[in-house]
């Protein structure tokens, strides 16, 4: 039986790590929170119109926010850069902040983990394109994992942005061969050595931290999906135990207000389910600005509603108007449109 640390106390080493967090406080109330992945830096991305039209306080990058695929610098530069003069992507850059974590093609290589050699050097090239300061924390530590605050008390945002990239063991490989038309598509299977991660044991005793702090409602940006577990491709049922130590560590630090928001898989869903924390979890998948795949046919026994394939991004909206703020959690269109929708009371994020 594997024993997870979620709920130790601290040692003194491990509580100095809030001063790495890269957390600040915000007055600023966020009510339109909006979220993509998987944007093919040297084609068109027309998709940033509609994102701008909806105003939000804030956008995340969530991973493979350009496809760089590459051990050279220079060349992972160059395809950032053609990120940058996108002219959608200058709009919204003048439309709200900007936050951002990586998955594996602007890592630096396809399903990398901490084996790619270039890791290094490729975080500052991330931190320098999203105009990190030199003096941030975030230019120290390894990996590119960060967590802001938004809003007053009674109206408090948390945003984590994990990185599942830097630390991540190995992926444990099976032999494929699906029978046509049953949906079995994917070349990887559980790891369940104990010593396996996802995080990194540094990350983790940070998200512990940050978990820890109050807030109404916590978006936790995952460039791989969390909670779908039907599909072998990346996710993060690939690392059983690491799952479930996620999910120890929401119920144990009494964390409310958890929706998981993911990317990668080029197709769009939204799947919820508790998994022993008190409340349903929600994980708002939204895949991809312009890359749309038409042949997903994934099983998932935790989707509300269906997937949706064409060009996407991710809206979540809090009426904090209302005495039990409504979230509302959305994929909407290439034109804007409200495709899937998942509508939650914030009291329902609540342990029982």
Same mark, same amino acid.
């Given at each position: 039986?594997?024993?997870?640390?979620?709920?130790?106390?601290?040692?003194?080493?491990?509580?100095?790590?809030?001063?790495?967090?890269?957390?600040?406080?915000?007055?600023?109330?966020?009510?339109?929170?909006?979220?993509?992945?998987?944007?093919?830096?040297?084609?068109?991305?027309?998709?940033?119109?509609?994102?701008?039209?909806?105003?939000?306080?804030?956008?995340?990058?969530?991973?493979?926010?350009?496809?760089?695929?590459?051990?050279?610098?220079?060349?992972?530069?160059?395809?950032?850069?053609?990120?940058?003069?996108?002219?959608?992507?200058?709009?919204?850059?003048?439309?709200?902040?900007?936050?951002?974590?990586?998955?594996?093609?602007?890592? @630096?290589?396809? $399903? !990398?983990?901490?084996?790619? =050699?270039?890791?290094?050097?490729? /975080?500052? +090239?991330? *931190? #320098?394109?999203?105009?990190?300061?030199?003096?941030?924390?975030?230019?120290?530590?390894? @990996?590119?994992? $960060? !967590?802001?605050?938004?809003? =007053?008390?009674?109206?408090?945002? /948390?945003? +984590?942005? *994990? #990185?599942?990239?830097?630390?991540?063991?190995?992926?444990?490989?099976?032999?494929?061969?699906?029978?046509?038309?049953?949906?079995?598509?994917? =070349?990887?299977?559980?790891?369940?050595?104990?010593?396996?991660?996802?995080?990194?044991?540094?990350?983790?005793?940070?998200?512990?931290?940050?978990?820890?702090?109050?807030?109404?409602?916590?978006?936790?940006?995952?460039?791989?999906?969390?909670?779908?577990?039907?599909?072998?491709?990346?996710?993060?049922?690939?690392?059983?135990?690491?799952?479930?130590?996620?999910?120890?560590?929401?119920?144990?630090?009494?964390?409310?207000?958890?929706?998981?928001?993911?990317?990668?898989?080029?197709?769009?869903?939204?799947?919820?389910?508790?998994?022993?924390?008190?409340?349903?979890?929600?994980?708002?998948?939204?895949?991809?600005?312009?890359?749309?795949?038409?042949?997903?046919?994934?099983?998932?026994?935790?989707?509300?509603?269906?997937?949706?394939?064409?060009?996407?991004?991710?809206?979540?909206?809090?009426?904090?108007?209302?005495?039990?703020?409504?979230?509302?959690?959305?994929?909407?269109?290439?034109?804007?449109?409200?495709?899937?929708?998942?509508?939650?009371?914030?009291?329902?994020?609540?342990?029982?």
């Amino acid at each position: 039986m594997r024993l997870f640390p979620a709920c130790r106390a601290f040692a003194a080493t491990v509580v100095c790590l809030c001063a790495l967090s890269g957390a600040r406080a915000d007055d600023q109330t966020l009510s339109r929170i909006a979220f993509g992945s998987c944007a093919k830096q040297d084609e068109p991305q027309p998709i940033w119109d509609a994102v701008v039209a909806t105003e939000p306080d804030v956008f995340l990058f969530i991973g493979d926010n350009i496809y760089g695929d590459s051990e050279d610098m220079q060349v992972l530069k160059q395809k950032w850069n053609l990120l940058g003069a996108q002219p959608g992507y200058q709009k919204l850059k003048e439309t709200c902040p900007i936050l951002a974590t990586w998955d594996d093609h602007d890592y @630096g290589a396809n $399903d !990398a983990g901490l084996e790619y =050699p270039k890791k290094h050097e490729s /975080q500052q +090239i991330f *931190l #320098d394109f999203f105009d990190e300061p030199a003096e941030s924390p975030r230019r120290k530590t390894e @990996g590119v994992y $960060d !967590a802001e605050h938004f809003g =007053p008390e009674g109206e408090r945002v /948390q945003i +984590i942005l *994990l #990185d599942t990239r830097y630390f991540r063991s190995p992926l444990t490989r099976r032999d494929w061969r699906p029978e046509p038309g049953e949906g079995d598509k994917g =070349p990887y299977d559980r790891n369940i050595e104990p010593a396996a991660t996802i995080l990194g044991e540094q990350q983790w005793a940070w998200l512990e931290e940050k978990l820890r702090e109050p807030a109404e409602v916590r978006i936790i940006a995952s460039s791989i999906q969390v909670i779908p577990d039907g599909h072998h491709w990346e996710k993060w049922g690939n690392f059983p135990l690491e799952r479930q130590r996620l999910f120890e560590l929401i119920r144990c630090t009494e964390a409310d207000g958890v929706i998981f928001i993911s990317g990668d898989r080029h197709s769009a869903e939204i799947s919820a389910f508790d998994p022993g924390v008190g409340y349903e979890l929600i994980d708002v998948t939204s895949s991809s600005l312009n890359r749309p795949s038409e042949w997903h046919t994934e099983p998932n026994r935790h989707r509300r509603g269906t997937k949706y394939t064409g060009e996407n991004f991710g809206l979540i909206t809090i009426d904090w108007s209302e005495p039990d703020p409504t979230v509302r959690c959305q994929v909407r269109d290439i034109a804007g449109e409200v495709v899937l929708q998942h509508r939650v009371k914030r009291s329902s994020l609540v342990a029982d």
